[in-house]
């Protein structure tokens, strides 16, 4: 990349043609006694100034035990990890229990249980919101800023913002004032548990009975204050922010049936019934504001003007039961007869069941004499 003294020079041997006279930029043509050579003398490597050296850490622990039984298994584990690009990284936090209890040699019960928070640090990537064609993303723009202007303001208290300057849009623009200003970050939970329980009915019948839930949740919350554009009141980026939040809840239920009608040496024969539920409920919503009167009133309902507001809800079922019965002759002949049936609430009320049949037969020849 080039240094802000090239910088300089192409930008004026650009603009003129190679026809320079020396009468225009005046500012670009490193004059240390004018009031603002402070703003176009300098050599910024803006990568450098956005990036550091990432560092992950990650913490597990665990307890397990049991006996011939019961055994069980406690898990607890902590993420953290800083990103190479300044306003990056996330922490999360996870736990894990579960169980197998062996009531009798018919009876089996297992349970598990999972939860996982995570916070997400998004300053350092794209922002969700641009101005006109302007995207505020701090990698881009540390390409595009030019490297003569300074990372502070003159007194070296603030970061250097200025919206006047006319060679350049980008002074407006200062990737690290994007990343150190701004709130962005993604709240995260996860809550999955599931039981099944096993029974041997019969010596040939045996039945599993098994139910799962998986809720998510997320919540985004960003806002860039004014001053961190150098924005004024009235426009999209003045006292700017986004708020998301949403959930989905799955639930399934899985219910087997399996029956060795017949198993000797030469012959095979089993039938296997699955009947499976599902629901899935999902909930978003989306408020995009900006013009609040405070950069201290970072929520939706203080902003003036409110650009944008969506949401989305659905619930969606699905009963699906399957039945099949498999023959084997001598391990080399085989003949599967399958039956399925499903509804699905996503089929649409005219349709919401289907049939599904089908046959099938193998020979494994490699097992033949000849």
């Keep these: 990349m080039l240094s802000g003294d090239e910088q300089r020079i192409y930008y004026i041997e650009k603009t003129t043609g190679g026809l320079d006279n020396g009468t225009s930029f005046l500012e670009l043509r490193g004059d240390l006694t004018r009031s603002d050579a402070w703003i176009f003398n300098n050599n910024t490597n ?22 011939d039984r019961i055994n069980y298994y406690w898990g607890l584990g902590y993420a953290n990890q800083y990103g190479t690009t ?4 996330y922490d999360r936090f996870n736990t894990r229990f579960n169980l197998n209890y ?3 040699d018919r009876f089996k019960v297992t349970a598990d ?62 990737p690290l004032a994007l990343i150190d200003y701004s709130t962005y970050f993604t709240r995260a939970n996860r809550f999955m548990a599931s039981t099944s329980v096993d029974f041997k009915i019969r010596s040939n019948i045996d039945f599993r009975a098994q139910v799962a839930t ?26 700017a922010g986004l708020q998301t939040e949403g959930y989905q809840l799955m639930i399934n239920s899985n219910n087997r049936l399996t029956w060795s009608a017949i198993k000797k040496k030469d012959h095979r024969l ?79 009320a005219d349709n919401p069941y289907s049939i599904f049949p089908a046959i099938g037969g193998a020979w494994e020849i490699s097992k033949e004499s000849f």
């Design 46 to 67: 803006w990568t450098d100034a956005i990036t550091r050296k990432g560092i992950f850490q990650q913490y597990n622990t665990a307890l397990s035990g049991g006996g």
């Design 86 to 89: 300044k306003g990056t990284g």
């Design 102 to 104: 062996k009531v009798s």
């Design 113 to 174: 249980l999972n939860y996982t928070n995570s916070l997400t640090d998004k300053r350092g990537q794209e922002h969700p919101i641009t101005n006109g064609s302007q995207e505020l993303n701090p990698l881009l723009l540390a390409r595009q800023i030019p490297a003569y202007f300074p990372v502070y303001s003159r007194n070296g208290l603030n970061y250097f913002l200025d919206r006047n300057i006319t060679i350049s849009s980008h002074s407006r623009y200062n």
């Design 214 to 239: 998986d809720f998510r949740e997320s919540a985004d919350e960003y806002f860039l204050p004014g001053y961190a554009t150098d924005a004024l009141p009235g426009e999209v980026l003045y006292n």
């Design 270 to 348: 089993t039938f296997t019934g699955v009947l499976t539920y599902n629901i899935d409920r999902n909930n978003s919503t989306e408020v995009q504001y900006y013009n609040s009167a405070s950069p201290q009133l970072k929520s939706a309902d203080a902003a003036a003007i409110i650009s944008g507001a969506t949401g989305n809800y659905g619930t969606s079922k699905y009963l699906g039961m399957f039945v099949q019965g498999h023959y084997a002759m001598k391990d080399r002949y085989f003949i599967t007869v399958t039956g399925k049936t499903e509804g699905d609430s996503r089929y649409g």
